[in-house]
């Protein structure tokens, strides 16, 4: 990115933010709505209570926890889905239910199964688990079939299969299908916690904002979503996109 476009983007930003805040001396009722200025004094507020700093890490353990376990396993389904028809056609009924299923449904099963205090990784496991696997079976039935008879061939091993010619294949779908199930995985893991309301998470302090009719915390509360998924899709996808080199 050269610097004109980097400074036109921060303009853009900063022309959004003026809107933002004229919105808010328009409306004139911060119970409503609130600008920008009143949400950095709420977020400023927050990040002095050490019960902030603890919310934050315990909802992002918990997503990341439910990301990772459900990035995993939807791999390794999508391998089997591959190499065993069979297997991908007793799944297909199966993901499909997953994503059909609203997330409010899994959210009230959950709590009547395991309780509120792991909610959050349930509900992000199972919104990641089609994502990822779809991706993953998609890379591997797209996968050049020359290279595949020119490895028979050669008997090359499986494991070199792999590393050469499946990850490489792989990889652009699965970064691909990441990018929206990373942002869904914290959209679902804090609207469960909204529901659920377990102790010491973001979604109980979204909770108590509505509660309480604090809109500057409610929207403090989401910049810190924003910012904590940001933070988390970034690191992934760099780590991800080091798998090919």
């Given at each position: 990115m050269n610097q004109n476009t980097r400074i036109r983007k921060y303009f853009i930003w900063l022309f959004w933010i003026a809107v933002w805040q004229a919105a808010n001396m328009l409306i004139h009722n911060n119970i409503i709505f609130v600008g920008p200025v009143d949400m950095?004094?709420?977020?400023?507020?927050?990040?002095?209570?050490?019960?902030?700093?603890?919310?934050?890490?315990?909802?992002?353990?918990?997503?990341?926890?439910?990301?990772?376990?459900?990035?995993?396993?939807?791999?390794?389904?999508?391998c089997l889905a591959y190499a065993v028809p069979l297997?991908?056609?007793?799944?297909?009924?199966?993901?499909?239910?997953?994503?059909s299923v609203p997330v409010a449904s899994f959210v009230i099963l959950a709590l009547i199964w395991i309780g509120s205090h792991n909610l959050a990784v349930f509900t992000s496991f199972l919104v990641v688990v089609p994502m990822i696997y779809v991706s993953t079976l998609s890379g591997l039935e797209h996968t050049d079939r020359k290279l595949l008879e020119?490895?028979?061939?050669?008997?090359?091993?499986?494991?070199?299969?792999?590393r050469y010619i499946y990850i490489p294949a792989v990889l652009p779908y699965l970064i691909s299908g990441c990018r929206t199930a990373l942002g869904m995985s914290w959209k679902s893991g804090v609207a469960a916690?909204?529901?659920?309301?377990?102790e010491g998470s973001i979604g109980e302090q979204l909770y108590y904002s509505k509660l309480y009719l604090d809109t500057a915390g409610l929207f403090a509360w989401t910049f810190v979503i924003i910012i904590a998924s940001a933070v988390f899709e970034r690191l992934f996808l760099y780590l991800l996109g080091k798998v090919k080199h």
């Open positions: 950095v004094k709420a977020l400023l507020e927050l990040v002095r209570d050490s019960s902030f700093w603890a919310s934050v890490f315990n909802s992002f353990a918990k997503i990341s926890i439910g990301f990772l376990g459900a990035f995993i396993l939807s791999i390794l389904l999508g297997v991908k056609d007793l799944l297909e009924p199966m993901m499909m239910l997953i994503k020119m490895a028979m061939v050669f008997r090359m091993p499986l494991l070199k299969q792999v916690e909204v529901i659920g309301i377990p």
